[in-house]
């Protein structure tokens, strides 16, 4: 990408991917669940990862909440495979989700960061 999306770019991305069930799934005996909630939204978020030699191959999510936290959740999903756990712990919030949500409200802000922290604090302890 070269030049910066603008916000209704961003949003027209995010619904997009709020609406496609493409990593809205349950995982067959993920490696790694991590549930989190955002109570500023109410958003509830559970992540499940496949990790195989330290090595994301499947991530999904499932759970309830906003249009923001389930295109984030989406958003990150397909971001992170193929990433290695170092890359996760060593990346921000903001990276791990492909987009800089500072442009939005700190309402949304929390939403889009829900599932990135989420992922951070499932691997933090490997
Ligand atoms: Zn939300």
Redesign the pocket.
């Known amino acids: 990408m070269n030049q910066r999306p603008t916000l209704e770019e961003l949003m027209d991305l995010i619904v997009e991917h709020a609406e496609s069930q493409e990593h809205f799934h349950q995982l067959d005996n993920p490696t790694y669940v991590k549930r989190g909630l955002?109570p500023h939204?109410?958003?509830e978020i559970e992540l499940q990862l496949i990790v195989e030699e330290r090595i994301v191959t499947e991530a999904s999510y499932r759970g309830t909440?906003?249009l923001?936290?389930r295109g984030a959740a989406s958003l990150l999903c397909e971001r992170i495979i193929g990433q290695s756990i170092d890359e996760i712990k060593n990346h921000e919030t903001s990276v791990l989700v492909g987009f800089d949500s500072s442009g939005f409200s700190i309402h949304r802000q929390?939403?889009a960061r829900l599932a990135a922290s989420i992922l951070k604090e499932a691997v933090s302890q490997s």
Do not use: K
Request: hydrophobic fraction near 20%; charge should be negative.
């Open positions: 955002n939204c109410g958003d909440g906003c923001m936290s929390f939403c």
